[in-house]
């Protein structure tokens, strides 16, 4: 059977099947520690806001001791997961150019499948809440989120033959991910609400389960793996890493220069703009707007839409700007978008506040592109690697410090955070610019590339 290079329905399949767990997990924690506290079962109403009620009141005030016994408990088993994860990234991903690229996809589906599994069978036989630590481990051995995104993006880079197809490529991808991301959100609640935890769960497995078929059967891989293997465990380790070290170590001074800042670039606007937007739920649960779960969801299409119509302004951009005016575009988009929401104290300027940030997702696949151009072909897995690893602990971290200062702020001005966001804008500004007027001259460095990748051609001829 003749293999075929289209990795766009497993990234769809991977991503969509994520994104409905993730909320669906979240939810499943809160309501067992809800039924294991109160001895009553959770009920759920529709349509129903609890911004409104007396904090006075017992039940309010056992609302909040189990919605922060939860955040605690989901932050715990994040940090179980994404140590692992990020370990696994750089051996698979760093290591695509010699074991393939389809492990990195191929041991994260296996994960996800299990972690699924083990949910259903959880909510049908309520096992211990403490199972979910080694579940969570679990899933970070077999790379998780962290690993996917190095090996989605790697395969989609071996694809491309044109640096302009590498940003539309990696564009895509990245559409894929908003797409399904904000289709996940939009249809979990309806989904939980119509057949449960349980059967939710074992669908998502059953979708996971054709996943691994289509990567094992149909999926051909980019990269032809050599039959030399490390002779021992410390050899192996050696040029595990060593890709990643050489591609500082060894890289002219510019080349290093450049892929420094543009890392820089990457986690700090990342930092701010995931913590900026991760806030928007609550913010949106809060008084005045006081949305229930319908409102939120619209808000969540909205946002999706706006993704489909950020990319289809990058590909139309792209023509006219080079990749750092892009950047700088789509950050600007973001402050003023984020300085709007801070303001926002009705339902329709709430809305009206994605129209400014329709392009806050652009910088992301275009800072990715930007450093897939600057690397060797043999090092398109390093950097790929490093930007996975850096991207989820930027996540992390973003999440921590968003949630903390919103905690810290919302009795006297809710919107802070959002304002805090726009002015921390300045970092990634600033290193945008330290790259533009030192280092980035892109055809310069493209040149430099195809240099280097002569010489060492002529090297192992």
């Not at 809440?129 to 090996?151: E, H, I, K, N, R």
Request: glycine share 8%.
């Amino acid at each position: 059977m003749k293999k075929i290079l289209v990795v766009e329905p497993v990234i769809f399949i991977y991503t969509l099947a994520y994104s409905l767990s993730s909320p669906l997990a979240q939810q499943y924690l809160y309501r067992r520690l809800w039924e294991e506290s109160t001895n009553s079962t959770f009920t759920d109403g529709d349509n129903i806001s609890h911004c409104g009620v007396n904090q006075s009141d017992p039940i309010y005030l056992k609302q909040k001791e189990i919605q922060e016994n939860a955040s605690l408990l989901a932050m715990k088993m994040g940090l179980s997961g994404a140590v692992p994860s990020i370990l696994m990234a750089f051996v698979l991903v760093a290591n695509g150019e010699r074991c393939g690229r389809k492990i990195s996809l191929f041991l994260p589906l296996v994960g996800n499948l299990i972690y699924n599994i083990f949910y259903s069978i959880m909510s049908s036989y309520s096992l211990p809440l403490v199972l979910l630590y080694p579940l969570t481990f679990l899933d970070g051995l077999f790379g998780s989120m962290a690993t996917f995104l190095g090996g989605a993006f790697s395969y989609t880079v071996d694809l491309c033959k044109t640096q302009k197809q590498k940003m539309i490529r990696i564009a895509v991808v990245d559409l894929i991910f908003g797409l399904t991301s904000g289709l996940g959100g939009l249809t979990s609640g309806y989904i939980l609400k119509g057949i449960g935890f349980t059967w939710t769960f074992a669908a998502l497995s059953l979708l996971q389960v054709v996943n691994i078929l289509y990567v094992s059967c149909c999926l051909g891989d980019t990269i032809q793996v050599p039959e030399y293997h490390p002779q021992s465990l410390k050899e192996g380790l050696k040029e595990t890493f060593s890709g990643v070290y050489m591609l500082f170590k060894s890289s002219p001074c510019k080349k290093r220069i450049s892929i420094i800042l543009l890392l820089c670039t990457f986690m700090t606007y990342l930092f701010t703009m995931f913590g900026g937007t991760s806030l928007y739920t609550l913010y949106e649960l809060n008084s005045p707007l006081c949305w229930n779960a319908i409102y939120i969801g619209y808000g969540s299409a909205v946002s999706t839409l706006f993704s489909l119509t950020g990319f289809l302004g990058l590909v139309l951009i792209a023509r006219y700007l080079k990749d750092i005016y892009i950047v700088y575009s789509g950050i600007l988009s973001y402050v003023v978008g984020t300085v709007l929401a801070a303001f926002a104290t009705t339902t329709l300027l709430m809305f009206l506040v994605r129209v400014p940030s329709m392009l806050l997702f652009v910088p992301i696949p275009v800072l990715r592109s930007m450093l897939s151009k600057i690397v060797l072909p043999q090092e398109q897995g390093s950097i790929f690697a490093c930007i996975a690893c850096l991207e989820i602990l930027t996540g992390m971290s973003a999440i921590i410090v968003f949630n903390s200062l919103y905690a810290k702020t919302v009795a006297w001005f809710p919107g802070f955070s959002f304002l805090f966001s726009g002015v921390f804008c300045i970092v990634p500004l600033s290193f945008l610019s330290c790259l533009m007027f030192t280092s980035w001259r892109e055809e310069d460095l493209v040149q430099l590339v195809n240099e280097e990748d002569s010489l060492e051609e002529n090297a192992d001829s």
